[in-house]
Nanobody, 112 residues
Framework: QVHFVESGGGLVQPGGSLRLTCEVSEIIFSTYDIGWYRQAPGKARDFVAR???????NYIYPVKGRFTISRDNAKNMVFLQMNNLKPEDTAVYYCTNFRNLWGKGTLVTVSS
């Protein structure tokens, strides 16, 4: 069963913005915190942001003030608004429930 479908990635210039969307299955959305990890080429998969069922958020330090995670409880969706993107943000971004479930990811490339 597919629990996460990510979308919204693409190629953007430094300083630009993208909004990632994660469509989450209803059972997962209602049970778990949801968040984003990212994996740059040749590197490990790293935590980016998390939002609890109650809306509490936390972020990895390099994206604080630039990225905003939010959720739409009516649509079972989680979003990652990414502003002032930098080349080091280039990665595949994955949605997860911080247990054992992952999406297939969406590629974000920040380059001039």
């Amino acid at each position: 069963q597919v629990h996460f479908v990510e979308s919204g990635g693409g190629l953007v210039q430094p300083g630009g913005s993208l909004r990632l969307t994660c469509e989450v299955s209803e059972i997962i959305f209602s049970t778990y915190d949801i968040g984003w990890y990212r994996q740059a080429p040749g590197k490990a998969r790293d935590f980016v942001a998390r939002i609890s069922r109650g809306g509490i958020t936390n972020y990895i330090y390099p994206v604080k003030g630039r990225f905003t995670i939010s959720r739409d409880n009516a649509k079972n969706m989680v979003f990652l608004q990414m502003n002032n993107l930098k080349p080091e943000d280039t990665a595949v971004y994955y949605c997860t429930n911080f247990r054992n479930l992952w999406g297939k990811g969406t590629l974000v490339t920040v380059s001039s």
